[in-house]
């Protein structure tokens, strides 16, 4: 059973938002463009009308910004047609404006526990941009062929009218998968999305399954820390979105010009230190196996594999944004996913979808480049790079002060913990309830396994806890 908040007053992240300056509320100017635009969006007349494609949105529960919508259907000889809708954007933003100088501020939508931070106002973000079931809306709309393998074959895009007919959460697509009574837009996310995964193991890209920590809010006010699994359906959509990226990404560095998320590949060193790190930790690494296949092949349940997957983010450093316009750039692709990718599936809720879109757009239309993309290329990298920082930085702040006021009431009390990575007088650990990632004092510490930890002290101010081992 996890522990909750139950202490009077807990809960407020007011001075969390103050700390990294969140802002509350956007400025008159930004909501007044806003209000103006909702009602009108920018169009030429010749936006394809795509409203009968029965397109069903799959997010998580309570989700409004929506800016997906997708349908996917098998094609004769084994491969796939997906329709992909992208929340339209640019349609509600003129450049230069108050709404895309307030966006380049910002940079993402940020996720607090007690309300999001949007990139755009609600009345766009949640409303007149977002694609909610039975509304109208402008998109652009990604139709990808594959074949058999899962591999794209074909590409379209173009801007549209769709219409979403359902709003799922993943829970209940997976219900009705298992019971044989899935939405036709979503019986073949199934067969698609595992053959996208398998694959993404032969590009070499590397998934960790370490346990993702979650803040949900307790029936008495207060706030509870889960150990939130992935379902097969989000990994299965969230392929989709990384199909998707992977088309773009291409088409951009076909054309010479654009932005992409990058991610270097790690050096020989760092391979050998977790070849070496996997014999420590008894993980049997078989001849001739890249990275990605011995991960895949790794049972998360186990206390080794957590440990490998902890020591596997030395691979991932570095990620970061490159824009380009003339020539590919030298270093083009993302070593996380085993190819070129780019952002384009989330303009709601992140700045450089917005500009990579209009970059694949006037490409595959043959028309050139808007100059207020190009001119917006080179400060792109910048501003997203602060703005994950930032993202980062407030995800971590909300975790570690959630265990700071679950944790306070237990000081003394013991817990079972998993060690993720071992030094000579101190650890990281992962405890199983509730689900903490912590420091821990002590010497002898197994590489892996299961331990007994003591919390020795709670600083709720500073957001910090302390655990010796047992």
């Not at 932005?259 to 070496?276: G, I, K, M, S």
Request: charged share 25%; hydrophobic share 40%; proline share 8%.
């Amino acid at each position: 059973m996890a522990l909750a908040v139950h202490t009077p007053g807990a809960g407020d992240f007011a001075s969390l938002r103050a700390e990294f300056e969140l802002p509350e509320s956007f400025p008159a100017d930004v909501l007044a463009e806003a209000e103006s635009v909702a009602g009108d969006p920018a169009g030429d007349g010749s936006r394809e009308d795509a409203t009968d494609l029965p397109l069903v949105t799959v997010d998580p529960p309570g989700s409004k910004d929506l800016d997906q919508a997708v349908l996917i259907e098998p094609l004769a000889g084994g491969g796939f047609r997906v329709q992909y809708a992208i929340a339209d954007l640019a349609a509600f933003v003129p450049p230069g404006g108050p709404l895309d100088r307030e966006a380049r501020r910002r940079g993402q939508t940020l996720y607090l526990p007690d309300g999001n931070v949007p990139l755009h106002p609600p009345e766009l973000s949640e409303g007149a941009a977002s694609l909610l079931p039975g509304m109208v809306r402008p998109s652009v709309l990604w139709t990808i062929d594959t074949d058999a393998e899962g591999e794209p074959v074909s590409v379209h895009v173009r801007r549209a009218l769709v219409r979403s007919t359902e709003r799922f959460d993943y829970e209940t697509v997976a219900a009705g998968l298992a019971a044989g009574t899935a939405h036709p837009s979503m019986s073949a996310l199934p067969a698609l999305g595992r053959r996208r995964r398998e694959l993404a193991v032969r590009r070499g890209a590397v998934e960790l399954q370490l346990p993702e920590q979650e803040i949900v809010a307790g029936p008495d006010g207060g706030w509870i820390l889960t150990r939130r699994p992935r379902p097969d359906v989000e990994a299965w959509n969230a392929e989709i979105s990384l199909l998707t990226g992977m088309v773009a990404a291409s088409i951009m560095l076909e054309a010479g010009v654009g932005v992409l998320r990058t991610l270097p590949e790690a050096d020989d060193e760092t391979v050998n230190w977790l070849r070496r790190s996997a014999h420590a930790l008894g993980i049997d690494w078989p001849r001739g196996a890249t990275v990605s296949e011995l991960l895949a092949g790794l049972d998360p349940r186990n206390p080794a594999s957590l440990a490998l997957y902890a020591g596997t983010t030395r691979l991932l450093r570095g990620a970061g944004y490159t824009s380009f316009d003339g020539g590919r750039p030298s270093a083009a692709a993302h070593a996380g996913i085993g190819g070129p990718y780019a952002h384009v599936t989330a303009p709601i809720r992140r700045l450089v979808d917005r500009f990579a879109t209009e970059v694949c757009l006037a490409v595959t239309h043959g028309r050139p480049v808007p100059d207020w993309v190009r001119e917006a290329l080179g400060e792109l990298p910048e501003l997203m790079s602060a703005s994950d920082n930032r993202a980062a930085r407030v995800e971590r702040a909300c975790l570690d002060q959630v265990e700071a006021w679950i944790l306070a009431e237990h000081v003394g009390r013991t817990f079972d913990a998993v060690v993720l990575r071992a030094e000579e007088t101190k650890a990281e650990v992962f405890l199983e309830n509730p689900p903490v990632l912590g420091k821990c004092g002590g010497t002898g510490f197994p590489d892996s396994g299961r331990i007994t930890v003591r919390l020795t002290a709670v600083d709720i101010e500073k957001r910090k806890v302390s655990f010796e081992r047992a």
